[in-house]
């Protein structure tokens, strides 16, 4: 492959008709099939068939979340997931934008801004949902009152976000050439990942403190359902977040094996977060937590299970 470095920094390819291309630098000019894709950034063409796909899944669970969401009244719940799947739809018209032309900028910089923070909306959907949960079951015997789990996760996921939309513009508008941006970036999934982490210790110490509540009582097939969806939508997320803190810990260079691996990106971020998208429409909060009178404590009349005061 006949490739050399202009004066100017700049990447060439020389065609076998002695066109020149610059594939690497501020004025690309490589388009298919005068370039190598493998001259490109991802070294691939994006699957057209996959993304198209995905948009379609995204469109249809947008539609779902907004039948639930006016039907239910859940603004938040429905806006946090609207955001997600549109903001995912955006991210792979980006791809298919690649997949015509790999080095087109504006496809390069919609994909990767927005499909690295997409799922940050679809984590503020299940932080939401934790207070509900424990306002369900019993807030007694929660550690702090319900709406602390809501102050403390949402503002953890608006830093995630902006960290990932800073460094993601960063790198795009760099080619992905800014170390800085790929820095930020990978800080803004790694703290995503630690919050979710922390938000799943949270449910689970809950879980605990609460069994003999939810043990005693008959719990709704549509909770069990729920708590099933709700699980599987957060470690979806999480095992996402880990791949795309492994895929940018080598940056946006051809010597990124992660970076132009398309199957692992289609397997660990595609479809685990469409997958949790999707989970979080079984897991719509919608009427099980608005047409409960009191929590289950209270239904079933158990004393606080933390509480060592003796009635008399």
């Known amino acids: 492959m006949n490739v050399s470095t202009l004066g100017n920094g700049d990447l060439a390819y020389t065609a076998p008709d002695g066109q020149l291309y610059v594939w690497g630098g501020d004025v690309v000019n490589c388009t298919l099939p005068a370039c190598p894709v493998e001259l490109s950034i991802y070294g691939y063409r994006a699957n057209l068939p996959f993304s198209s796909v995905l948009i379609a899944l995204y469109a249809l669970c947008a539609v779902a979340q907004i039948y639930l969401g006016w039907r239910h009244k859940t603004w938040s719940f429905m806006a946090a997931m609207l955001l997600g799947c549109f903001t995912e739809i955006l991210g792979f018209v980006g791809r298919i934008l690649m997949w015509q032309n790999p080095w087109n900028d504006t496809g390069f910089t919609m994909q990767i801004v927005l499909i690295t923070f997409g799922p940050v909306f679809f984590s503020a959907a299940i932080y939401v949902m934790l207070s509900q949960i424990v306002q369900y079951i019993s807030p007694k015997v929660s550690r702090v009152p319900p709406k602390v789990y809501y102050y403390t996760f949402i503002p953890c996921d608006i830093i995630a976000l902006i960290l990932q939309a800073v460094g993601g513009a960063m790198s795009s508008t760099s080619n992905g050439a800014s170390d800085v941006g790929v820095n930020i970036a990978l800080a803004g999934l790694a703290f995503q990942v630690i919050t979710l982490v922390a938000f799943s210790t949270a449910c689970a110490d809950y879980m605990i403190l609460s069994r003999r509540v939810w043990q005693a009582a008959a719990l709704p097939t549509r909770f069990?359902?729920?708590?099933?969806?709700?699980?599987?939508?957060?470690?979806?997320?999480?095992?996402?977040?880990?791949?795309?803190?492994?895929?940018?810990?080598?940056?946006?260079?051809?010597?990124?094996?992660?970076?132009?691996?398309?199957?692992?990106?289609i397997g660990l971020e595609g479809v685990m977060v469409v997958l949790a998208a999707w989970c979080l429409v079984a897991a719509h909060p919608s009427a099980l937590f608005k047409r409960h009178e009191g929590s289950l404590a209270e239904k079933q009349t158990i004393q606080d299970p933390v509480s060592h005061e003796t009635e008399v």
């Not at 977040?241 to 691996?261: F, N, P, Q």
């Open 224 to 265: 069990k359902v729920f708590c099933a969806f709700f699980t599987l939508a957060t470690l979806l997320i999480l095992i996402r977040c880990s791949y795309r803190v492994y895929e940018l810990s080598e940056g946006y260079t051809s010597e990124s094996e992660a970076l132009r691996d398309q199957p692992l990106f």
